[in-house]
């Protein structure tokens, strides 16, 4: 098996998810430091501030802080999406299904291990994933039952944390731009090159991603909404219902619990956990018709 538990957390075994894990933690960092060094710094500093550490106004350490804030629900969500268990049938207890499933599926790939409804199998985990979504190589794991709620939440605050770095770094870049055009009131070009093209760097990479992440995000909150994966979007036909579609609210405390002051929060507590155990599943009423049974004539 491709993973491991250690000291409690879900760990794939997987060189290139971890080293593009690796590489979302150092973009970040690199956008981070530009942003409070040459944004932050420039706009907020004061001769006189509240903390000798901080050297900001009063307004600059509101817009430090909220900052910051944001990046931490980042990286802990990235953490939180990287090291849960997406549920999966691990151990020998899982060889027998539960009495009240009927005529569970046999994963060939698992030993013939039952698998529940919805479960697919990932050949990079080496485990059928509840719920699977699909394996997402950036957080290292695999999209399941119980950590799509991080995976959402992990695109909503990477979105939100490139916007700020759009929005400060644009005007700055522009005000930057025309000095270096001007020669007005540099007094060291090398270093202004060098930040420049720094800030340049970072605004690129942040607004080539809001670009990709707008549809990206939609995507995924109208499977949300609908109460499907990507793996049974792709199999859905044109304009069809999932079976376990339950209503677009309830669908949605499926994945981010009941509560919805707890909705943001990054952690799976009694309010905001996943609602269900990833086995079974409520569906909405269809008629289904035996094979052997005759239709009534009208």
């Not at 949300?224 to 376990?244: D, Q, W």
Request: glycine share 6%.
């Amino acid at each position: 098996m491709a993973v491991r538990k250690i000291l409690g957390f879900w760990i794939v075994l997987d060189r290139r998810g971890a080293g593009l894990s690796l590489v979302t933690w150092v973009l970040m960092l690199f956008a981070d430091a530009v942003v409070v060094r040459y944004v932050v710094a420039s706009w907020f500093w004061s001769s006189n501030p509240r903390w000798p550490l901080l050297p900001f106004t009063d307004g600059g350490l509101v817009v430090f802080g909220l900052y910051q804030f944001v990046l931490c629900l980042t990286w802990f969500t990235h953490f939180q999406a990287i090291t849960t268990d997406p549920g999966s049938m691990e151990g020998e207890d899982c060889r027998d299904p539960p009495q009240d499933l009927k005529d569970p599926r046999r994963c060939k790939l698992c030993e013939s291990r039952w698998k529940p409804p919805r479960a697919h199998h990932c050949k990079v985990c080496e485990v059928c994933i509840f719920k699977m979504d699909h394996h997402c190589p950036w957080i290292n794991n695999c999209v399941g039952f119980y950590n799509r709620k991080f995976f959402i939440q992990l695109l909503t605050y990477v979105y939100l944390s490139l916007t700020v770095v759009v929005l400060f770094t644009f005007p700055e870049l522009w005000c930057r731009y025309w000095r270096l055009i001007t020669y007005d009131g540099i007094s060291n070009p090398t270093i202004e090159w060098i930040s420049t093209i720094l800030l340049t760097c970072a605004f690129l990479m942040s607004a080539l991603l809001l670009c990709t992440l707008t549809n990206f995000i939609k995507f995924h909150v109208k499977l949300v909404l609908e109460n499907y994966t990507t793996i049974e979007n792709l199999e859905r036909e044109e304009g069809a219902r999932s079976k376990f579609d339950i209503g677009r609210r309830r669908n949605w405390e499926q994945v981010f619990g009941s509560n919805p002051w707890f909705w943001w929060l990054p952690m799976h507590t009694q309010a905001s956990r996943p609602i269900g155990d990833g086995v079974r599943w409520r569906v909405h009423y269809t008629r289904v018709i035996d094979e052997d049974e005759e239709m009534p004539h009208e």
